[in-house]
Each structure stands twice: as C-alpha cells, then as structure tokens.
DNA sequence: TACATACCTTTAGTCACTAGAGGAATGTCG
DNA sequence: CGACATTCCTCTAGTGACTAAAGGTATGTA
C-alpha cells in the first residue's frame, strides 16, 4: 500500500494529470515523496479520490465537492449543508433527466424517419429547431 | 424583423456575448450592419439560433452543430451522415440518462436518511466512495 | 549496469462560454 | 432639438475542469 501515481489512477479510473491537477487545486493532500521525489499513496487516498471521481459523474462541481469533503471531516457537524447540497442537485439531477428523455424520443423518431424514410427528407434541423421555443426559459 | 441582437437574445434565450461569439466562431453567419454598425437579424437567425441552442442543450458540440448546419442547406444530399450523428448521440443520450436515473435514486436515499436519520450521521460521503467502484470502467 | 518505463515540473492548449473596459449608437421624453 | 438611459460595439482576459507536450529524473527488472 504505498502506490505510486499510475496505480492510483489504474485503481480509481482517474488519469494521471488529473491527479496532479486535483493536488494542485486542494481537491487531494500533498502526498509523502520517495528519495527522488516522486509521489506514494494510501488506501485514503483511492477512497478519497474514488469519492472525488463519484461526485464529478454525478454532476457536483469542485466546490460542492469540497466542502463535501470538509464536512466528512467533522462527521456530524453539519449534515443538513450535506443534504442541501445533494437536495440541489437532485433537483437538477431531475431537470435534466427529464430534458433528455424529451430529446431523446425526438432523437430517435428523427432516426426512424430518417432511415425507413421516403426521398430521405429527414427533418432534423426542423424538428430541433421548433421544439426549441417550448424550453426557452429554463436558461441553465 | 429587423431585430437587434439583445432582442435575438430574448427571442432565443441565447445571450447577448455568446450570439456574437457564435457569430465568431462560424455558427452564425455575419449580419448586415446599420449605418451604426449595430448588427440587425431576420426570422432566419431566430430559427438557426434556436436551432443552435437546442442542439448544444442535447450535448452536441460545436462541429456537430456545423455539420448539421451544413447538412440542412444541402436538403437531401447527406441524410445519413445527420442519420449518424444523431444516432451516435442518442447511444450517449441512453448512457447518461441511466447514469443520472441510478445516481438519483442513490441520491433520493442520501436526503431520505439524512433528514430522517436518527443523530445526523447521514453516511453520504460513504454512499459515493463505495458506489464508486462499480463504474470505474466509463470513463467521462 | 543498461534500459524501458514511469515519474517529475512547467507551460500552454482546449471547449464553450462569460466578464469587463472603454466607447459609440439608438430611441424616448421634455 | 437636446439630454439621457439604454443598448450596442470591439477587444482582451478570465472561467472550469481538465489535457497535452516538452524536457528531464527515478525506479525496477534483465
């Protein structure tokens, strides 16, 4: 258990620079060094950094996902900033869900058409262009 | 129709900066001017725009975009190639749903246990580190 | 010990915007 | 007609979250 960074980016999915990057920006502790200078990590850190990947899948920016990480600190300190910030993603979780399930029956009516369709005057542009006014407000 | 572009932004939803930086970019072609210089849009940019915006909020990128843009001027020259980028993203469309519907129930249960949960020790950070695994193949 | 591989830092590039500075045009009210 | 708010103009730089490349050093195996 004392992995250099390749084996922490083989073992979490996230690539090496990312790492690094992440280092850089507060997201993960400076590791312990070798002799040479090169970095070696814990089991903490493929737990904390899996944490990490986990959140940015789930759409939680850098910030959110720090002070998630603070919070786990002081464990029951200040759950309910934990709750309303995964309660604010939830709803954007929804927003957005419901968004491409909308698209996608467009999407793959557009295909349908397009390939059993006659002359081939598949309506792509048309159909995305009109559907737009009837989501015009919701900016994001 | 002779529309300034803040009125274009309002009729589309697309801001004032980013109809020039489409502009810019090659997206949208370059209006006529008044004497002022002041850009001034038609009908025909209002359809492209939300054309644009739609396009952009289904995940498609910019090239993309220009390849369809291109396509629709050429009625029924290319269908298939439309055919093809849009049926490459309704096979990511189908990915990101799941992945947003199963870490929305993970995400539902997170505040359910949160808010309900007996002395505050809501185990959401635990919930995204241990989940993690089980989708380390995907990357994006 | 030679050597491939993995590591190091630093700088710059990507995508799709977004913000700001500094100034000119437009349109409305008196 | 003139003052004035509002909108517009260009240009440069900043954002978030990486990704790539250059040029050089460690590590570990044959």
Redesign the pocket.
């Known amino acids: 258990m004392n ?7 083989r073992r979490t999915g ?9 280092e ?2 507060g997201l993960l502790p400076q ?1 312990p ?7 070696r990590y814990g089991k903490a850190e493929v737990n904390r950094l899996n944490f ?1 990947r986990h959140s ?1 899948e789930l759409g ?4 959110d996902i720090r002070g998630l990480l603070e919070m786990s600190s002081q464990p029951q300190a200040s759950c309910h900033q934990a709750d309303s910030i995964a309660r604010n993603h939830l709803a954007e979780i929804d927003r957005r869900i419901a968004s491409l399930r909308a698209l996608r029956g467009e999407l793959s009516r557009m295909v349908e058409e397009c390939t059993h369709g006659r002359i081939c005057d598949c309506r792509i542009i048309e159909v995305l262009a009109d559907h737009s006014q009837c989501k015009a407000e919701h ?1 994001h």
Chains 1, 2 share one sequence.
Request: hydrophobic content about 40%; glycine content about 6%.
């Open positions: 992995l250099p960074i390749g084996e922490l980016a996230v690539k090496v620079p990312t790492i690094r990057f992440y850089q920006i590791p060094r070798t002799e040479g200078n090169q970095r990490i940015r939680f920016d850098v910030d900016a």
